[in-house]
């Protein structure tokens, strides 16, 4: 293999390994953090690491910035904070591998979003693939017994976790219409409007009653979200989108599944049973079989 091609591929596999550590971290934070308190904590310290470098995009940038803050600030607030909040409340109530093989649905919700709102044209394979990736999600969603779906008795963190992948997926279908500034003013604006609805979230947790101020557990959960799935990982897959192009680069994501359930085996000692196994083989070979009918429709 080409010298050239060795270092993307590291880099985006790590970019994987470290998205998949953050399912494992929120459930080591359940009962450690709350989930509120770990969102909030996540977005001020990120905001802050990130401010430096991203200040002298934002002035130069400004101007366009300013007149999109409000759909920014959207785009944030639900793609950013709103889906870990949810995200980290799913931890509370189902395992890690549940929720890196539900997390897989989101290029369905994206397909399904681009071709209701656009009239994206789509290829027979693409439908197919994506068909395949609802089954393995649906698989893990029921664990294992599709009855329990007919029955509406779903247990209630893969419920919030399919609610957040619908969050994440309405996010990314609408950086389509993000306005043309550099990456690190994106990310700080963004950032900046996860932290302001982080807050009103944290605030209501403790209005209720329920938050849970961190241990030692709940902080190095906490440090981590921080550093490796925010600032590391965005960064990396930002580099590797750059060497390799987007389409290829994406192919990485479906790592993520694969990582996260190895993870949560080894670090947490959960069970990996049958039928998470034939979960990742529909989810992989679905989104392996989408993006291959993509590619021949371009071509």
Same mark, same amino acid.
């Given at each position: 293999?080409?010298?050239?091609?060795?270092?993307?591929?590291?880099?985006l596999?790590?970019?994987?390994?470290?998205?998949?550590?953050?399912?494992?971290?929120?459930?080591?934070?359940?009962?450690?953090?709350?989930?509120?308190?770990?969102?909030?904590?996540?977005w001020? =310290?990120?905001?802050?690491?990130v401010?430096p470098?991203?200040?002298?995009?934002?002035?130069?940038?400004?101007?366009?910035?300013?007149?999109?803050?409000?759909?920014?600030?959207i785009?944030?607030?639900?793609?950013?904070?709103? =889906?870990?909040?949810?995200?980290?409340?799913?931890?509370?109530?189902?395992?890690?591998?549940?929720?890196?093989?539900?997390?897989?649905?989101?290029?369905?919700?994206?397909?399904?979003?681009?071709?209701?709102l656009?009239?994206?044209?789509?290829?027979?394979?693409?439908?197919?693939?994506?068909?395949?990736?609802?089954?393995?999600?649906?698989?893990?969603?029921?664990?294992?017994?599709l009855?329990?779906?007919?029955?509406?008795d779903?247990?209630?963190?893969?419920?919030?976790?399919?609610?957040?992948?619908?969050?994440?997926?309405?996010?990314?279908?609408?950086?389509?219409?993000?306005?043309?500034?550099?990456?690190?003013?994106?990310?700080?604006?963004?950032?900046?409007?996860?932290?302001?609805?982080?807050?009103?979230?944290?605030?209501? @947790?403790?209005?209720?009653?329920?938050?849970?101020?961190?241990d030692?557990?709940?902080?190095?959960?906490?440090?981590?979200?921080?550093?490796?799935?925010?600032?590391?990982?965005?960064?990396?897959?930002?580099?590797g989108?750059?060497?390799?192009?987007?389409?290829?680069?994406?192919?990485?994501?479906?790592?993520?599944?694969?990582?996260?359930?190895?993870?949560?085996?080894?670090i947490?000692g @959960?069970?990996?049973?049958?039928?998470?196994?034939?979960?990742?083989?529909?989810?992989?070979?679905?989104?392996?079989?989408?993006?291959?009918?993509?590619?021949?429709?371009?071509?």
């Amino acid at each position: 293999m080409p010298k050239s091609l060795v270092h993307p591929y590291l880099v985006l596999t790590t970019v994987a390994l470290l998205w998949a550590g953050n399912a494992v971290a929120g459930k080591l934070a359940a009962g450690h953090i709350s989930p509120m308190l770990l969102t909030l904590t996540r977005w001020f =310290f990120a905001t802050l690491l990130v401010a430096p470098f991203a200040l002298p995009h934002v002035r130069a940038d400004w101007p366009v910035i300013r007149r999109h803050l409000v759909y920014l600030s959207i785009l944030g607030m639900v793609g950013f904070a709103s =889906f870990n909040a949810i995200f980290y409340l799913a931890a509370n109530f189902t395992t890690a591998i549940n929720i890196t093989i539900e997390q897989s649905a989101m290029p369905l919700v994206v397909f399904l979003a681009n071709f209701v709102l656009f009239r994206m044209r789509v290829a027979w394979l693409q439908v197919v693939g994506f068909a395949l990736t609802l089954v393995g999600v649906a698989v893990t969603t029921a664990n294992g017994d599709l009855s329990t779906l007919l029955s509406l008795d779903l247990n209630r963190g893969d419920a919030l976790m399919i609610l957040a992948v619908l969050f994440y997926g309405g996010y990314t279908v609408a950086l389509r219409f993000k306005p043309p500034i550099h990456w690190l003013s994106t990310i700080f604006v963004l950032s900046c409007a996860s932290l302001a609805i982080s807050v009103v979230y944290a605030g209501i @947790e403790f209005a209720l009653g329920m938050t849970r101020l961190p241990d030692f557990q709940g902080t190095a959960v906490a440090l981590y979200t921080v550093v490796f799935p925010s600032l590391i990982a965005q960064t990396l897959y930002i580099r590797g989108v750059e060497m390799i192009g987007p389409n290829r680069a994406n192919l990485f994501i479906n790592l993520v599944p694969v990582f996260g359930a190895l993870l949560a085996v080894a670090i947490i000692g @959960e069970a990996l049973h049958l039928y998470h196994v034939v979960a990742l083989a529909c989810v992989l070979g679905g989104i392996t079989l989408a993006e291959r009918g993509a590619q021949r429709r371009r071509g």
